[in-house]
Each structure stands twice: as C-alpha cells, then as structure tokens.
C-alpha cells in the first residue's frame, strides 16, 4: 500500500520561510518522480515544483521560481520543499504526488497523491 504523508505545513509570516517535507512508502522511491501541487481556498489545485528520479532535473511553476526549490533524498524515501520569502498567495493546502512521467507539471501524469498539509502566510 503506498503513503505519501507531508509535514511541516503552519502558520508562518510574509518573508518566512517554511520546509515541507513528504515521506513515501510502498513503493519504490527512486523510480518515481515527485510532485509539489497546491489548492488554495476557492482555486484548482496547481503544480509548483516537480523533481526527477536522480534530483538532476527540477522544475518549477513561474508564481514560485526563484523563491522554493525541491529536493528529495533517495536514500530517505523523503522528498523535500524549501519555501523562503513568502507571500499570504501561497497559502494554500499543499500536496506531494508521485508519479512514473516526467518530471511533469501534469496532474494526470500523477499516481500517488497525499492528503495535503496547510500552509497559511499571514501579511
């Protein structure tokens, strides 16, 4: 049965900074390229960043770049999401995903999703 389980979602304040992180099990790990997706109040859930199976190749969505940047340690099943300088529009429920295409800014190209953790920026 594979788990993706995030942590690490709060309460932190325009210009902080906060680290995601999203352990995954059932599944071998290195064979899958991750996924951050994010939904806030009221919007479709959308990509942010996605890393490839080695941690080589990574991309992020233009709302992000330059300020988050995704890793992952294959050694840890874990796959990781640095967030600095942030803004209340990032709050939102944030969500890791694994998937076998990519990396992909797709949701579809996705398998494994996990149950989101909230972070909420406050101005």
């Known amino acids: 049965q594979v788990q993706l389980v995030e942590s690490g979602g709060g309460l932190a304040q325009a210009g902080g900074s906060l680290r995601l992180s999203c352990g995954a099990s059932g599944l071998t790990f290195s064979n899958y390229v991750m996924g951050w997706f994010r939904q806030a109040p009221g919007r479709e859930r959308a990509f942010v960043a996605t890393i490839s199976w080695g941690g080589g190749t990574t991309y992020y969505s233009n709302a992000v770049k330059g300020r988050f940047t995704i890793s992952r340690d294959n050694s840890k099943n874990t796959v990781y999401l640095q967030m600095n300088s942030l803004k209340p529009e990032d709050t939102a429920v944030y969500y890791c995903?694994?998937?076998?295409?990519?990396?992909?800014?797709?949701?579809?190209?996705?398998?494994?999703w996990g149950q989101g953790t909230q972070v909420t920026v406050s101005s």
């Open positions: 995903a694994a998937g076998l295409q990519g990396p992909s800014v797709g949701q579809n190209d996705y398998r494994y």
